[in-house]
T-cell receptor
């Protein structure tokens, strides 16, 4: 069975602070995908990243960066110099490599960025 | 860039009524997925279609059915609505069947059953 744990329920920061969202996963599969999605107050789910389990390179996209550590089964997400528009619920998700639509989502972390 | 389009954005129905939700995938995407997100919950997979054929089924009630049409748009039909069906329903699309490209979600349809 697959399981994704986002231990932080809510994080509140002041603009320009960095914020790191933790994600720990469990799976028996040797090949799998990890994802991060953003859900702003308007409700849509915005795809941020998909990472293959064989690719442990960290990735940076603008103010977003991801740290994949297979040894600790973690896929953490950092927002650098946060902005008010980053306020949202962020979901970490896991899927089998051949069934990447059957996402196992974490419970989500609500990030509030105050001006 | 064009995204996944869902309609309507909001829908209010009474118990025992029926509802139809529509999803238009990103152009050239041939695979569609439906998810249900209850209040304060994470999204749950309902059903998927690839090339107009049902490809997998998740926790979809028997009262719900769905199909994918020749233009790849999909409709989720929900009958005998119950209060517990109130949720945000997402459609997602990808290209080339499962496992080939990441899912891109639509903005969702918020269904309220009264």
């Amino acid at each position: 069975a697959q399981k994704v744990t986002q231990a932080q329920t809510e994080i509140s920061v002041v603009e320009k602070e960095d914020v790191t969202l933790d994600c720990v996963y469990e799976t028996r599969d040797t090949t799998y995908y990890l994802f991060w999605y953003k859900q702003p107050p308007s409700g849509e789910l915005v795809f941020l990243i998909r990472r293959n389990s064989f690719d442990e390179q960290n990735e940076i996209s603008g103010r977003y960066s991801w740290n994949f550590q297979k040894s600790t089964s973690s896929f953490n997400f950092t927002i650098t110099a946060s902005q008010v528009v980053d306020s949202a619920v962020y979901f970490c998700a896991l899927s089998e490599a051949n069934n990447d639509y059957k996402l196992s989502f974490g419970a989500g972390t609500t990030v509030t960025v105050r001006a | 860039a064009a995204g996944v389009i869902q309609s309507p954005r909001h829908l209010i129905k009474e118990k025992r009524e029926t509802a139809t939700l529509k999803c238009y995938p990103i152009p050239r995407h041939d695979t569609v997925y439906w998810y249900q997100q209850g209040p304060g919950q994470d999204p749950q997979f309902l059903i998927s279609f690839y090339e107009k054929m049902q490809s997998d089924k998740g926790s979809i009630p028997d009262r719900f059915s769905a199909q994918q049409f020749s233009d790849y748009h999909s409709e989720l039909n929900m009958s005998s609505l119950e209060l517990g069906d109130s949720a945000l329903y997402f459609c997602a699309s990808s290209f080339g069947g499962q496992g080939n490209s990441p899912l891109h979600f639509g903005n969702g349809t918020r269904l309220t059953v009264t």
